[in-house]
C-alpha cells in the first residue's frame, strides 16, 4: 500500500478474496429483528462482518481522515483494531496503525522522505505512526504550515498564499523585500526570482527575512547574518534577491524563528538548531559568537520531536510532542520570568515548563514576544507570562508573572491562536473573534475607533482583554493574527480571514501595511484590506 504513487485513492487491494453480497449480508424479513452486531461474525442473519473486507473499513479510515487519538480509541476499545491487518506494506499493522501511516504519507514533508527516515522519526516520536501523525498534524496547525499566513515584520511584511506565493513590501533599506532593489514599496508584490517554488512557512526580523520552501530548503535576504544584524555588530554585505543557505543544504528544515541575536529553525524530524547564539553564557549549543553554523540544541530536546518554535528576544520556547503528551521547554534570557520556570534567571539548554503540568493544560500553540510568552490549550484556555509591562499579560494589571498563568478573562472564550509582539497580545477563538490587549502604541491593538480619536485616547493601554470590534463588524471569520514582534519599531498588525483576505492596521511608515496612506499619515486605525487574495 503506497498512498503516495496515487492521487485518486489512497489503499491498494491486498490478498483479498471477493466475496459474494449475500455471503456477507443476507436480508430476510429476520435481519431487522435482530439486535445484536458484532465484528466477526458467520455471515448468519443481522451480523455485519467487518473482519470479510477489512480493506473496505481501512478505506474509510483513511478516507476520513479520523484523529491519532481516535485511532487509538479504536484500537484500545475493540479487538479487531488490534489484530495485524496483514497488509503491506508491514503485514503485522493493524488497521489503525496502517491507516495513520496512509495519512502520514499525504503530508507534504513525509513523502520525500526514505523507509529509513520514516523509521527513524516514527522511533523518535515513540514507535507509533500514529504519534507520527499527531507530530506531523500537530506541526501543520500550530504554525499554519502549507496554509497562507501573513508576517508582521519590523518595518516590512511577507504574506503566503495557499499556493505558496510569496509577497513581500514596506521598508527595503537591506533588500529584505528580496526584489533585487533596495527601494522601500507599500505595494505587495510576489517575489519574482522564486516562481516555481512553493513556500511553506516565512519567517522576518530586522532587516532580513527567511522562506522555506516544500522541499525543506530556506533561502534568505537582507542583511546577511543569522544574528539580529542591525543590533549585534555582524553582517555588512546586503543581499536584495533569496539565496540559499548553504550551511542548511543537509537539513529539511520546516519552520524559522528569528529572534534577537539568533536564528532557530525547525527540522522535518522535530529537532531544532540555532545560529550564532554563543555569547559570554554559550546559550543553546555551547559555542563561540563568531559560529555561523547551525547547532543542534543540546539537552532535553536531543531525542524528542519539537513541532513549532517561537523566538523572542534573546529567548527560544519549543512547543515538543511526547507520547504522553505536548509540552513546552524554554531557553535563553529569563529577564521578567520570561522562561517561564518561577525565576528570572537564565537557561543555557531547554527546560520543560513543568507548570503546564500543575494546570492540566496541554499546550497547542505557542507565542514568544519580546518580553512575554503565551500559551494556547488543546482545551481553548490562554496561558500568559513574562513581564507584564502596559496590560499584555491580560490579567488586569502590570505585574511580572514568572510562571505560566490562566488568563481568565477570558474563561468563557475557546482560543485557538495567539499572538505576542512587543507588549501586545492578540487571540482568536474558535468562533473567529479577536480579543487583544496590552500596549496600545501605534494604534496596532485595532481597539482605536473614531470615537476613540475623538476622546484623546488612540493609544490607550488596554489592561484586560477585548475584542476588537474593528475585525468583528467585517463579518469575516479571522483565523490567524500576526503583529511586530520587536522592541525598535513601531508596531502594525494582520488579520487573516478564512477565505484568505489580508486586513492590515497599525504603523504604516515604511509601507509595511501594504495600503496607500496619505501624505501626512503614518499609521491606521481602522483595519484596510491590503489587495492580495492569499486563499
Known amino acids: ?45 443481522g451480523e455485519f462482518p467487518l473482519s470479510a473486507n477489512p480493506s473496505i473499513v481501512l478505506h474509510v479510515l483513511t478516507g476520513c481522515n479520523l484523529d491519532p487519538q481516535d485511532l487509538a480509541t479504536l484500537e484500545a476499545t475493540c479487538s479487531f483494531f488490534r489484530l495485524p491487518a496483514n497488509f503491506a ?12 501511516l496512509d495519512m502520514c504519507r499525504k503530508r507534504a514533508i513525509f513523502k520525500p522522505m526514505t523507509q529509513e527516515q520514516r523509521q527513524d522519526l516514527k522511533q523518535r516520536c515513540g514507535g507509533s505512526w500514529k504519534l507520527v501523525l499527531r507530530f506531523l498534524l500537530a506541526g501543520e496547525a500550530c504554525s499554519r504550515r502549507e496554509k497562507s499566513h501573513a508576517v508582521a515584520g519590523p518595518g516590512h511584511s511577507i504574506a503566503v498564499s495557499s499556493i505558496g506565493v510569496a509577497y513581500s513590501f514596506g521598508s527595503n533599506s537591506s533588500g529584505q523585500l528580496g526584489n533585487g532593489t533596495t527601494e522601500e514599496e507599500w505595494r505587495p508584490h510576489p517575489i519574482r526570482s522564486l516562481q516555481g517554488i512553493r513556500v511553506i512557512q516565512a519567517a522576518v526580523g530586522a532587516g532580513r527575512t527567511m522562506l522555506i520552501s516544500d522541499a525543506g530548503r530556506v533561502y534568505a535576504f537582507g542583511k546577511d547574518s543569522f544574528g539580529e544584524a542591525e543590533y549585534g555588530g555582524q553582517g555588512n554585505k546586503v543581499v536584495t534577491t533569496p539565496q540559499l543557505v548553504e550551511s542548511l543544504k543537509d537539513i529539511f528544515v520546516v519552520q524559522a524563528a528569528i529572534g534577537n541575536f539568533f536564528t532557530a529553525v525547525l527540522s522535518r524530524e522535530g529537532r531544532v538548531y540555532t545560529f550564532s547564539w554563543g555569547n559570554e553564557t554559550k546559550l543553546g549549543h555551547q559555542t563561540e559568537p563568531a559560529d555561523m553554523e547551525p547547532r543542534a540544541l543540546l539537552g532535553a530536546l536531543e531525542n524528542i520531536p519539537v513541532v513549532q518554535i517561537a523566538a523572542g528576544y534573546c529567548y527560544l520556547l519549543a512547543l515538543a510532542c511526547q507520547p504522553s503528551g505536548m509540552s513546552v521547554y524554554s531557553v535563553g534570557c529569563g529577564l521578567g520570568g520570561k522562561l517561564g520556570h518561577g525565576a528570572r ?32 490549550g ?17 490579567h488586569g494589571n502590570e505585574d511580572c508573572e514568572a510562571a505560566p498563568k490562566v488568563v481568565e478573562a477570558l474563561s468563557n472564550v475557546k482560543a485557538i491562536y495567539v499572538a505576542t509582539g512587543d507588549y501586545t497580545t492578540f487571540v482568536v477563538s474558535d468562533e473567529g473573534n479577536v480579543y487583544s490587549f496590552g500596549c496600545g502604541e501605534s494604534s496596532s491593538l485595532g481597539h482605536n475607533t473614531a470615537v476613540a480619536e475623538e476622546q484623546g485616547n488612540r493609544h490607550s493601554n488596554v489592561l484586560f482583554p477585548e475584542v ?12 490567524q493574527i500576526s503583529l511586530t514582534n520587536s522592541i525598535y519599531w ?8 478564512e477565505t484568505g483576505k489580508l486586513y492590515a492596521f497599525g504603523a504604516g511608515d515604511k509601507g509595511q501595511l501594504g495600503v496607500e496612506l496619505s501624505a501626512n499619515q503614518t499609521e491606521r486605525a481602522i483595519p484596510e484590506r491590503v489587495d492580495i487574495d492569499l486563499g
Open 490 to 497: 513601531n508596531a502594525h498588525t494582520f488579520a487573516l480571514t
Open 378 to 394: 488543546k482545551d481553548g484556555r490562554v496561558c500568559t507570562w513574562g513581564w507584564g509591562r502596559y496590560g499584555c499579560l491580560g
Open 89 to 100: 506494506p508491514d503485514n503485522e499493522l493493524s488497521l489503525a496503525e496502517l491507516a495513520a
Open 345 to 376: 534567571t537564565d537557561e543555557k539548554v531547554p527546560r520543560l515548563i513543568e507548570q503546564f503540568q500543575t494546570l492540566n493544560l496541554q499546550p497547542a500553540v505557542v507565542a514568544a514576544g519580546a518580553w512575554h510568552a503565551a500559551v494556547v
Open 1 to 45: 500500500m503506497d498512498a503516495s504513487m496515487s492521487g485518486t485513492s489512497s489503499v491498494q487491494y491486498h490478498n483479498i478474496a471477493e466475496q459474494p453480497i449475500a455471503t456477507i449480508v443476507t436480508t430476510p424479513a429476520s435481519t431487522f429483528q435482530r439486535q445484536v452486531r458484532h465484528c466477526f461474525g458467520n455471515a448468519t442473519p
Open 468 to 479: 476588537v470590534t474593528s475585525l468583528k463588524q467585517l463579518n469575516e471569520r479571522v483565523v
